[in-house]
């Protein structure tokens, strides 16, 4: 089992004896249970700014391509950032390999053995790489669809460059089920949700013919309870 399908199982295992499903029989299967949870986490994504996290992903455009699909997980591209003048190419390389062109260019402004000032030329010429970046293409335009988790860059490339974008995207489900801070949100709102099920079966028939005179269901009392707590815990995390 993996530790995924494990913490599930605690979340399972938990709703099973809260519903007393040690001394009585509870009518609710596995597929209930993952049932339950998905709304759980499904409500808690859309309530709860802590179920989202800041990301940085790499793309590698493809030629004459515009159009990328991105991971279901990925909610909102903020920014794509690109190689630009000045910057190194190399990886592992201690910013020792540089392109030509960025070579010459820093050259030019830092390395020509003049007096610049140090500092605040750094940042006159950091400033002065964002502006030819504006001017040159060094940023990217782009338009991101949530819906359909199409990324179409309003630019052709030209030919295979590695981009970096800033993303907002779900955390995974195993991480929620480790941080406790959610964690019993998730259980309650879970049990919330099997009890409305749960009530919702047993409504069907308000009694059950017996020996003894019937036998009354609690199938009101536990959608009743359901709903409430439902409530309650969506009142919680938007509060």
Same mark, same amino acid.
């Given at each position: 089992?993996?530790?995924?399908i494990?913490?599930?199982?605690?979340?399972?295992?938990?709703?099973?004896?809260?519903?007393?499903?040690?001394?009585?029989d509870?009518?609710?299967?596995?597929? !209930?249970?993952e049932?339950?949870?998905?709304?759980a986490?499904?409500?808690y994504?859309?309530? #709860? &700014?802590?179920?989202? !996290? *800041? #990301?940085?992903?790499?793309?590698?455009?493809?030629?004459?391509?515009?159009?990328?699909?991105?991971?279901?997980?990925v +909610?909102?591209?903020?920014?794509?950032?690109?190689? #630009?003048?000045g910057?190194?190419?190399?990886?592992?390389?201690g910013?020792?390999?540089? !392109?030509?062109?960025n070579?010459?260019?820093?050259?030019?402004?830092?390395? #020509?053995?003049?007096?610049?000032?140090?500092?605040?030329?750094?940042?006159?010429?950091?400033q002065h790489?964002?502006l030819?970046g504006?001017?040159?293409? $060094?940023?990217? *335009?782009?338009?991101?669809?949530?819906?359909?988790k199409?990324?179409?860059?309003?630019?052709?490339?030209?030919?295979? *460059?590695?981009?970096?974008?800033?993303?907002?995207?779900?955390?995974?489900?195993e991480?929620?089920?480790?941080?406790?801070m959610? +964690?019993?949100?998730?259980?309650?709102?879970?049990l919330?949700?099997?009890k409305?099920?749960?009530?919702?079966?047993? &409504?069907?028939?308000?009694?059950?013919?017996g020996?003894?005179?019937?036998?009354?269901l609690?199938?009101?009392?536990l959608? $009743?309870?359901?709903?409430?707590?439902?409530?309650?815990l969506?009142? !919680?995390?938007?509060?």
């Amino acid at each position: 089992m993996t530790d995924l399908i494990k913490k599930k199982q605690e979340v399972f295992d938990y709703v099973h004896s809260i519903l007393g499903g040690g001394m009585v029989d509870v009518e609710l299967g596995k597929t !209930e249970y993952e049932t339950a949870l998905n709304r759980a986490f499904a409500r808690y994504r859309q309530r #709860s &700014s802590n179920a989202v !996290e *800041e #990301s940085y992903m790499f793309l590698t455009t493809v030629l004459d391509q515009n159009v990328y699909t991105l991971p279901n997980e990925v +909610i909102e591209v903020r920014q794509i950032f690109r190689r #630009s003048i000045g910057s190194r190419t190399g990886m592992g390389d201690g910013g020792t390999v540089f !392109e030509p062109f960025n070579l010459a260019y820093t050259n030019a402004y830092l390395l #020509s053995g003049q007096q610049l000032g140090g500092l605040a030329t750094y940042d006159f010429f950091a400033q002065h790489q964002e502006l030819v970046g504006r001017m040159f293409g $060094s940023f990217i *335009e782009f338009k991101w669809n949530p819906s359909t988790k199409k990324l179409p860059i309003l630019q052709r490339p030209r030919a295979e *460059e590695n981009l970096m974008m800033l993303c907002y995207n779900y955390r995974p489900d195993e991480q929620l089920l480790d941080d406790y801070m959610v +964690i019993q949100w998730i259980k309650d709102y879970t049990l919330a949700t099997c009890k409305f099920m749960l009530g919702e079966a047993r &409504s069907k028939f308000a009694s059950i013919t017996g020996p003894q005179g019937g036998t009354t269901l609690n199938g009101d009392t536990l959608k $009743s309870e359901g709903q409430a707590e439902m409530e309650r815990l969506e009142t !919680e995390v938007a509060n």
